[in-house]
């Protein structure tokens, strides 16, 4: 069966903390892996990652998939009120031709930066 | 930009009454995802179209049925509604062929079955 896990499943820090979010997955039919930040309502997409090794980067947000211990991370620097959310990762699965498929989301870590 | 349009925001049934949720897809997406995520949950994936075609299915009850018509909004329509129903519903749309191309949601329909 499909899974995908996240830890910590909530998380409290301060602001300017640096913090270190994890995804690990055992999908068939593996395409993408991706982060969405969700505020109350809909999931914001962040990165979708491909390729093993190549980080990508947005700001103080940085991600990074390892497709050979089937993980990725979501990093987060110098954090601010404004990033507490929940952050899914989610994996990309897809039987056939095409390049999108169904997304298999974990359970989300609820980050908490307080002031 | 245009993003995922979802109607209505908000809808409150009663058990064994029928509901029908629409999404309107990013101009130019071909393919629609239809998620349901209960209380304190990850989103479910529960099924998709792409050009009208159901392309996959995932935990979708038997009393739900969802269609893409050709201007490519999708609606899934619930009926005989019961409580573990009450959950937001998301739609996500995407543009199947284009390499690297993720999915965006909409804000989602909040469903409510007293």
């Known amino acids: 069966e499909d899974k995908v896990v996240q830890s910590p499943l909530s998380l409290v820090v301060h602001e300017g903390d640096t913090v270190t979010l994890n995804c690990s997955y055992e999908?068939?039919?593996?395409?993408?892996l991706l982060w969405y930040k969700q505020e109350k309502k809909a999931p914001t997409f962040l990165f979708m990652l491909?390729?093993?090794?190549i980080e990508k980067k947005s700001g103080r947000l940085s991600s990074i998939l390892d497709k050979k211990e089937l993980f990725s991370i979501l990093n987060i620097t110098a954090t601010q009120t404004g990033d507490s959310a929940v952050y899914l990762c989610?994996?990309?699965?897809?039987?056939?031709?095409?390049?999108?498929?169904?997304?298999?989301f974990g359970q989300g870590t609820t980050l908490q930066v307080k002031p | 930009a245009a993003g995922v349009i979802q109607s209505p925001r908000h809808l409150i049934k009663e058990k064994r009454e029928t509901a029908t949720l629409k999404c309107y897809p990013i101009?130019?997406?071909?393919?629609v995802y239809w998620y349901q995520q209960g209380p304190g949950q990850d989103p479910q994936f529960l099924i998709s179209f792409y050009e009208k075609m159901q392309s996959d299915k995932g935990s979708i009850p038997d009393r739900f049925s969802a269609q893409q018509f050709s201007d490519y909004h999708s609606e899934l329509n619930m009926s005989s509604l019961e409580l573990g129903d009450s959950a937001l519903y998301f739609c996500?749309?995407?543009?199947?062929?284009?390499?690297?191309?993720?999915?965006?949601f909409g804000d989602g329909t909040r469903l409510s079955i007293l």
């Open positions: 989610a994996v990309g699965s897809l039987r056939g031709s095409g390049n999108t498929g169904k997304l298999i």
């Open positions: 996500a749309s995407s543009l199947r062929d284009r390499v690297n191309q993720p999915q965006h």
């Open positions: 999908v068939t039919n593996f395409r993408s």
């Open positions: 491909t390729s093993s090794g």
């Open positions: 101009p130019r997406h071909d393919t």
